[in-house]
T-cell receptor, first 112, second 113 residues
Framework: GAGVSQSPSNKVTEKGKDVELRCDPISGHTALYWYRQSLGQGLEFLIYFQGNSAPDKSGLPSDRFSAERTGGSVSTLTIQRTQQEDSAVYLCASSPVWETQYFGPGTRLLVL | AQTVTQSQPEMSVQEAETVTLSCTYDTSESDYYLFWYKQPPSRQMILVIR??????QNATENRFSVNFQKAAKSFSLKISDSQLGDAAMYFCAYRSYNNDMRFGAGTRLTVKP
């Protein structure tokens, strides 16, 4: 069956531009998570959705970061006015409630 | 907030031998889940094994097993009969009852032929 998909797989942008990263979770998974992974580092939690609502936004690093989820399915992570320190791999995961998270392949973002 | 600590940034094992990766966590909760994920160079995170905190029996998945010590807040991963394909970053993760998920910094495992 289809797993979690993310697009684009790679994104190169210029400092100051806005970017949108997309996550398509596994069908039926109500929970969706965004993480950031800097080079050689662990996973930094960004935000978690239960359905369309985000009960925990505590991990978003600044107000330049926002995320939404519509129809309890697709989610978009938007980074406004990108900075070089935003360069990282952005991972999305989905799960049924209280169950194991399944990860997408990630989007590698490079801000020049 | 819960924290997860992996004290071994790198580990090395000879093919066919056994290696143990350490993980400790800090929590005041009694119900939670623990996971080990593997991330090969392809960067795809793959679930290796999971453990429910209320279960005393250690989880086992083929060559992978855990030593879960709830009182000590320790959750180590043992890989038996190591294979070249086991080489990857391994992340320990904690998920609380309210779905908050935290990861350790990872351990890079090298398997020597």
């Amino acid at each position: 069956g289809a797993g979690v998909s993310q697009s684009p797989s790679n994104k190169v942008t210029e400092k100051g531009k806005d970017v949108e990263l997309r996550c398509d979770p596994i069908s039926g998974h109500t929970a969706l998570y965004w993480y950031r992974q800097s080079l050689g580092q662990g996973l930094e939690f960004l935000i978690y959705f239960q359905g369309n609502s985000a009960p925990d936004k505590s991990g978003l690093p600044s107000d330049r970061f926002s995320a939404e989820r519509t129809g309890g399915s697709v989610s978009t992570l938007t980074i406004q006015r990108t900075q070089q320190e935003d360069s990282a791999v952005y991972l999305c995961a989905s799960s049924p409630v209280w169950e194991t998270q399944y990860f997408g392949p990630g989007t590698r973002l490079l801000v020049l | 907030a819960q924290t997860v600590t992996q004290s071994q940034p790198e580990m090395s094992v000879q093919e066919a031998e056994t290696v143990t990766l350490s993980c400790t966590y800090d929590t005041s909760e009694s119900d939670y889940y623990l996971f080990w994920y593997k991330q090969p160079p392809s960067r795809q995170m793959i679930l290796v094994i999971r453990q429910e905190a209320y279960k005393q029996q250690n989880a086992t998945e083929n060559r992978f097993s855990v030593n879960f010590q709830k009182a000590a807040k320790s959750f180590s991963l043992k890989i038996s009969d190591s294979q070249l394909g086991d080489a990857a970053m391994y992340f320990c993760a904690y998920r609380s009852y309210n779905n908050d998920m935290r990861f350790g910094a990872g351990t890079r495992l090298t398997v020597k032929p």
